[in-house]
């Protein structure tokens, strides 16, 4: 199984500030590790696929990149929207697995 | 508009039965894999089963295998979620959520249906 760790636990930042997110994974995924976004009593919301790809609708700055073991979810200027919980989450082998989630938490 | 509604959720003793439906609308449901995907209350996302868009593969947690088996109906737009022998541990919310072309990513979920496993 494809342990995917994701750094920090919690991050503490203010509104129009630069987020930046890890994820790393056990082994190589490839380039196939998504990212979503999780706010109190709703479901995820896919943001990005295949590493640096946005989901449809998602906002331009909301940007992945990495490939192998290393990636990045980076937010470039943090909305009040933004603050939530983000998931990696990986598709390259079975079973699919999920980083435990970085909480984006307004500072 | 893409749809995705779960049902069946429920309090279920240790050692019970459990029967989850998801209802879609709005896509072709047949052209797309689909997917049980859980979060017990306070912690993170856990996969759970993907089917692949005819049925013939299916996918399991080494958490449910042999307990929990996931079907579909093409003809009614319906994904099932037929889970035996539960758990405490399997407390949670059970979300459907739909893969997008291709790939095993979840591009629209459903709200969810809470299953408590409890005496």
């Known amino acids: 199984e494809i342990v995917l760790t994701q750094s920090p636990a919690t991050l503490s930042l203010s509104p129009g500030e630069r987020a930046t997110l890890s994820c790393r994974a056990s082994q190589s995924v490839r380039s196939s590790l998504a990212w979503y976004q999780q706010k109190p009593g709703q479901a995820p919301r896919l943001l990005i696929y295949d590493a640096s790809n946005r989901a449809t609708g998602i906002p331009a700055r909301f940007s992945g990149s990495g490939s192998g073991t290393d990636f990045t979810l980076t937010i470039s200027s943090l909305e009040p929207e933004d603050f939530a919980v983000y998931y990696c989450?990986?598709?390259?082998?079975?079973?699919?697995?999920f980083g435990q989630g970085t909480r984006l938490e307004i500072k | 508009e893409v749809q995705l509604l779960e049902s069946g959720g429920d309090l279920v003793q240790p050692g019970g039965s459990l029967r989850l439906s998801c209802a879609a609308s709005?896509?072709?449901?047949?052209?797309?894999?689909m997917n049980w995907v859980r979060q017990a209350p306070g912690k993170g996302l856990e996969w759970v089963s993907t089917?692949?868009?005819?049925?013939?593969?299916?996918y399991y947690a080494d958490s449910v295998k042999g307990r929990f088996t996931i079907s579909r109906d093409n003809s009614k737009n319906t994904l099932s979620l037929q889970m035996n022998s539960l758990r405490a541990e399997d407390t949670a919310v059970y979300f459907c959520?739909?893969?997008?072309?291709?790939?095993?990513?979840?591009?629209?979920w459903g709200q969810g249906t809470l299953v408590t496993v409890s005496s």
């Open positions: 959520a739909k893969s997008i072309a291709g790939a095993t990513n979840f591009d629209f």
């Open positions: 709005g896509f072709t449901f047949s052209s797309n894999g």
């Open positions: 089917i692949s868009t005819g049925g013939g593969s299916t």
């Open positions: 989450q990986q598709r390259s082998n079975w079973p699919i697995t």
